[in-house]
C-alpha cells in the first residue's frame, strides 16, 4: 500500500524537533557522499489565469540511502507579482479546485524503488526551512546567544520562531512587519504559546538592534538587511535570496550557504520571464559573494567547514534553495510515524507501479 | 477528481498516430518557442538490493500550455549493467512489491496547477520514443522510402515497427537481433500482425543492406551501427547514443538531435558510478559529433532547419534523450480520451492538492 498523508497528519505526527534531527543525520551523511540531489528547477511559461501571472513546474530530487528513500518534491503553481508598498512580492494563486495549492511529495524506496508515500508539500515545506535556519544558527550564533530578532511575521517566520527555540536558549524575542496589526497580533499570539514575552517593534532596526540571532522570513523580492544592522557577533540567516544583498554578506565574517550553487535551474517558456528586481538576479549576487566556493551547510554541520573562531565575528547563513533531499529526509520520520499511528489513506502500490519495464 | 490510470488504459485508449499526431504540435509549439522542459536528470547512488545495482531516481518535466498541461516523469529503478555477449546491457530490476517497477506520469494543468492525473510510463514510452523516430523519418527519410531494416526485437523495437509504418508506406521489413529464436520469433509474430513479411536476418549487415531506413533499438551500452553500413539515400535513428558512434554520425549528411544538449543531468552519491564504457561517454560523443550545435526534431518539424537535399543524402536521428514534454502532449491525449470514455479509476483532487501556502 501507498500511503497518501495530509497536512494534518504532518501536524499530528511530527515535530520540528523531529525535522531538526533527522536534517542533522541527512547532512552529516551528504557530507560524506552518502546521499545525492538533483537541485531545483523551475519551468516556466505565462498564465491566462490572472493577469501578469506565471505558470512554473518547480521540482526538486533527492537520495538518501542511510535512510531508505528518496524524495521529488513537485510544485504546480499560478504565481503573480504584485507591488506591495516599496516591495515586489511573490504571491501563488489558489487555482486549483476549492482555492487550493499543488505541492506534492512523493517519497519512494531505494531498496524496492516502490512509492511509499505521497503528501503535500505545505506543512513540511515551513519546517524544512526554519529546521534547516535552527541547524545552522545552533552551529553558527555565538555561545550565550539568547536574543532573537525575526523580520517577517508569516508562516515562514512562525515556523523560524519555533525552531529557534528548541536549539538555543532564548530569552529575549523581537518581531518586526512591515504592518503594525500583523506584527502586534503576532507577537501577542506567540508570546503566549512560547510563554515568552516577544516583543513587536516600530522597526526592523529597533528589532535587530543588539540582537545575537536575526531571522529574516519575509516574501519580500527586494533587499530587506541592511548593513548598518550588523553587530559584532551577530549571526544573521535569510531565507530568501533577495533578502540579504551582496554588500551585507560581504560585511559579514563568515557566510555559509545552504547548498553549493544556491540556485534553481530556469526554464522559460512561451515568452514568460520574471520580474526584473535586483534581489532576484541571483548569478549576480552569486558572484559578488563567490557563492560557488562557499561553505555549505553540510560542510558545516560535519565539521569540515571552521565556523565562527571568536564571539566577536559576524556570521551568516543563506538559506536560499530548498532541496528534494530535505523532503527525502523529512519524509522518512513521517512515513515511520505514520506508519506506526496507522494514519492516512493507503491506496494500493499496484496502482502506481507496473509489469511493464518502463 | 484526479484520475489514475493504468497501462491498460493507455493500450486501449491511444493509438500511435494519436501519439504521433499530437507529438507534431507539440515540435511545432517548441519550435516557436511555446512550450518549455527541464531536461532528465539521473540522480544515482549504490543500491545493496542486487549485487552491483544502483538505485537510480530519474526525473524529466514538461510543460506544454497550448495543450493545457504539464508533466513530470519519474523513475524509481534499481539497475543493473550484466555483460551479455560481448555487450554490457542496462536491466532494470523488478524490485517492488509483486516484482514491479515504478515508473510515474503526473499531469497538472497549466490553468489551475491542480494534478489531473497520475499513470505508469510504461506503455506511453516506448510509444512516445516510436512516435518521435517515426516523426523523424517522416520528415527525413528519402522520398519513396520502402525498405526498413529493424535492430533489435524488444518492446522499443515493437513500438518501433507499429510507428513507422504508419507514417511511409514500407513494402520491406527486415529484423535483425543478436539471438535467432528473438528474431525469429518477432518475425513471424509481427509479419501476421502488420500484414507484410517481415524477414529475420542472420547478421546486422543483411538487415541493413540496401534499406532506406535503419531503426536500432537496442538496449545495448556498445556501439551498434557501423560505418560500413551507411548507403547513400539511408536514414539511420537511434534510440540511445551507446548504438551509434561518432564515426558512424560523422559520416552522415545530416543529423539531427531529438533536443538540444542531448544528455541528462548526472548526480552520484554513495560511490556510486555507472559502467565505464564507450558508448556511455556522451560527453565525449557530444564533442566529437558537435551535438549542442546540431538542429533538433522541433527545427525539422518547424520547417526551421533544412533536412535533406537529395535522395542520396544519408540522414541520422539521435533520439537519445527523453523529454517529460512528450509525456506532457501524450497525456494531454490520453486524458481527453479517457474523460470522453470515463476510464481510470479516480481519487479526489483535494487529497494532492492544500490550502496551505507551500
Redesign the interface.
Known sequence: MTL?L??QDVRDLITIEDVIDVLEFAYKE?AE??????RR?D???????APGAI?S?K?M???A?SLGV?A?R?????ITHPKVGENIRRV?V???????????V?L????????LA?F????V?PMRVAGTTALAAKYMAKNGARSVALIGTG?QAQAQLRAIDTVRKIADYRVYSTRKENRDRFAMEWSEKLGTQIRPCETAEEAVKEADIVLLATNSIEHVAREAWLEPGMHVSSIKSPEISAEVINKCDVAVCHVPHGRP?L??????SLPNTRGLDVDLLAKNIGLDDMPTLADVVSGRAEVRTSDDQITCFLNILGLGYQFAAVGSILLKKAQAAVAG?E?P??????????
Chains 1, 2 share one sequence.
Open positions: 497518501i495530509n497536512n551528504l557522499g552518502r546521499g545525492a540531489l538533483r528547477s519551468t516556466i511559461v505565462k498564465s491566462d489565469t505558470y513546474l521540482s530530487d533527492g537520495v540511502p528518496s521529488i513537485i510544485n504546480s503553481d499560478i501563488k489558489p487555482a486549483a479546485p476549492g482555492e487550493r495549492y499543488t505541492g506534492l512523493l519512494f524506496s531505494t531498496g524496492t524503488g516502490e512509492p505521497i503535500p508539500d505545505g506543512e515545506q508562516w535551474t526554464e522559460f517558456g512561451d515568452g514568460a489513506r491506496i502500490t499496484d496502482w502506481l507501479t507496473q509489469t511493464e519495464v518502463p
